[in-house]
């Protein structure tokens, strides 16, 4: 048997129910809206890092930075390529200057890594040409160059190093490692790192 219940008792609980989850609805608003706030702010400083007078922003999957009257794109920032600082040769990497109105010639055994490098480095070089470093398995189209012309050997190796010698840089790593690579090169020639 059900309990008899006063209609006015009836009416006073479907009110308190009603208020309780008004309230309820309301608070859960709020809090989203202040959530959304809170994530909007973290997320406006993790898409700005300046590093060495260089403000880099980062805009659909690049960073990108203006270094005087150009602009330039990585993958990466220069606080995400410090871990590789270490895989730079003694020897002193020649600066974009020496790049200017010069052909450069490309090797690459990583297609994104050298388009990278492309990209950012038109602005200066004359014109971009695939060759061959050494003889072997060369295409017959493709011209074989050497160290006195600029050259940039990509390697595919389990050992890191970028290193110069006269107008050539090879850079070598593992093939997840080479983007990395090509930026710190970058940021290092282009002088936004030292």
């Keep these: 048997m059900r309990k008899l219940t006063n209609p006015k008792d009836k009416d006073k609980k479907q009110r308190r129910n009603q208020l309780i989850l008004g309230m309820f609805l ?3 608003m709020m809090l989203s809206t202040f959530a959304i706030v809170i994530d909007s702010l973290q997320n406006k400083n ?3 890092v300046k590093y060495n007078g260089y403000k880099f922003e980062a805009s659909n999957g690049y960073w990108a930075t203006t ?3 150009y602009q330039f794109f990585f993958k ?3 606080l995400e390529t410090k871990n590789f ?3 730079f040769d003694n020897t002193t990497l020649k600066l974009v ?3 200017i109105g010069k052909p450069l010639y490309l090797y690459s055994q990583d297609s994104y890594a050298s388009q990278e490098l492309a990209q950012n480095l038109k602005p200066f070089v004359e014109r971009y040409q695939p060759a061959c470093f050494e003889a072997t398995n060369c295409p017959q189209d493709i011209p074989i160059k050497d160290c006195t012309n600029n050259f940039i050997i990509y390697k595919i190796s389990n050992s890191t190093s970028v290193r110069q010698q006269d107008n050539c840089v090879f ?3 593992k093939q997840e490692d080479l983007v990395y690579l090509t930026d710190e090169f970058l940021f290092k020639i282009l ?3 030292q």
């Design 97 to 99: 200057q020496n790049y």
């Design 76 to 78: 990466l920032n220069p």
């Design 85 to 87: 600082s270490s895989s």
């Design 46 to 48: 993790q898409n700005s």
């Design 171 to 173: 850079i070598e790593g």
């Design 191 to 193: 002088g936004i790192k």
């Design 67 to 69: 270094a005087g009257q």
């Design 26 to 28: 309301v608070l859960t």
